[in-house]
C-alpha cells in the first residue's frame, strides 16, 4: 500500500473469498479497506470455484502461495477433505469459513460461531445460563449454536419448517443435552419462545428474494425481555426486526457477525488487531 492507495507488486500478500457464485460477498470491500487503514501488503480477491473444481483450486492455492482465504457456500464443508490440519474451531462447527496457509499447509478455522457471540457480547448479551431459540438448521445455524454451545448456554431449541431437519440437527452436538429440534408450527416451539431470552432468525426469509415470506412469530408469545437477532444483513432491518423493535424488543441484525468473523480472519491472517470501526463503516455504507 502507498498513502492509501493499493501498489500490488510481486511482494504484495493474498487473500482471496472461495464460493459459487459469489454475488454481492461484502468481505473483498471490507478486507481491502482494512489492509489500506493498517498500511499492510496484502490483497483480497474473489475467487469463484465451482463445486467440481475445489480440490484443484485448494492445489492452486498452496502453488500460488496464497496467505490464506475465506470459504463460502456451498464449499464450506467440502473444503474440509482439502486440507491438511482443521483446527478446534471447525471441528466443532463442522465447517471451514477460514483457512491459513502457513510453510506450505492449509489450515481450516472457522470464525463464524465467534464472530456471532462477539456480535452479541459487544451489545452486552448474556449467554451464559440462557435459553436460547434459532429459526432455521443450515449451516449458519450450525454455526450460531456451536458458539451457544461454547459460550454456556443452557438450553437451545431449533425450529423449522420440516421437523426431520430439526430433529437431524441435534446430532451434530451430542455432547450437548440440552438441544431440541421441532417444527415452528408445534406447541413446544410455542411454549420455548415463550421462555427464551435470545431468538435467532438464521434462515433466508427477509432478504429480498424472500420478501413476500414471513417467519410464523406470534409476538404476544415471546418473552417479553428477549434479545432479537436476525443473522441477514441486507436488508439491515428485515420486517422480522422491524416487528421486534416497534414491540420494544432489543435488536441484533447480520452486520456485527459479519464484520465480527471477518475480524477475526483478519487476525489469523496478518496477526494485527483488525480495525473493527473501519470494517463495520465500509459494510454499513455497502449493505
Ligand atoms: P442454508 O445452509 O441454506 O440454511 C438455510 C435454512 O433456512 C435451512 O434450515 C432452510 O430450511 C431454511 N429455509 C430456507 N428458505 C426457507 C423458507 N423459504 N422458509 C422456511 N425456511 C427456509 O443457509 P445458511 O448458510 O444457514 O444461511 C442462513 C441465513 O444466514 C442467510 O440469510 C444468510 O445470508 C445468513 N448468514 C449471515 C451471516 C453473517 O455473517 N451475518 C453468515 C452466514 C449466513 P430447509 O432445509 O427446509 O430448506
Known sequence: MNGGKVMITSKTKKIGILGWPLGHSLSPLMHNAAFTALDLDYVYVPLPVQPENLAQAVAGLKAMEFTGVNVTIPHKVAIMSY????????????????????????????????????????????????????????????????????????????????????????????????????????????????????????????????????????????????TICDLIYNPPMTAFLNSAQIRGYRIINGAGMLVEQGALAFELWTDKQAPRTIMSNIVSKYM
Open 83 to 226: 486440507l491438511d490440519e482443521i483446527d478446534p474451531s471447525a471441528q466443532f462447527v463442522g465447517a471451514v469459513n477460514t483457512i491459513l496457509i502457513k510453510e506450505g499447509k492449509c489450515i481450516g478455522y472457522n470464525t463464524d460461531a465467534q464472530g456471532f457471540i462477539q456480535s452479541l457480547t459487544r451489545r452486552n448479551v448474556t449467554i451464559r445460563g440462557k435459553k436460547a431459540v434459532v429459526m432455521g438448521a443450515g449451516g449458519a445455524a450450525r454455526a450460531v449454536a456451536s458458539g451457544l454451545i461454547q459460550n454456556g448456554i443452557q438450553q437451545i431449541t431449533i425450529g423449522t419448517r420440516n421437523s426431520l431437519k430439526a430433529q437431524g440437527f441435534t446430532g451434530f452436538f451430542p455432547n450437548f443435552k440440552n438441544l431440541l429440534g421441532c417444527n415452528w408450527r408445534d406447541s413446544t416451539f410455542t411454549s420455548q419462545v415463550k421462555e427464551c431470552d435470545i431468538l435467532i432468525n438464521s434462515t433466508p426469509i427477509g432478504m429480498s428474494a424472500n420478501e413476500k415470506e414471513e417467519l410464523p412469530i406470534l409476538w404476544e408469545n415471546v418473552n417479553k425481555d428477549a
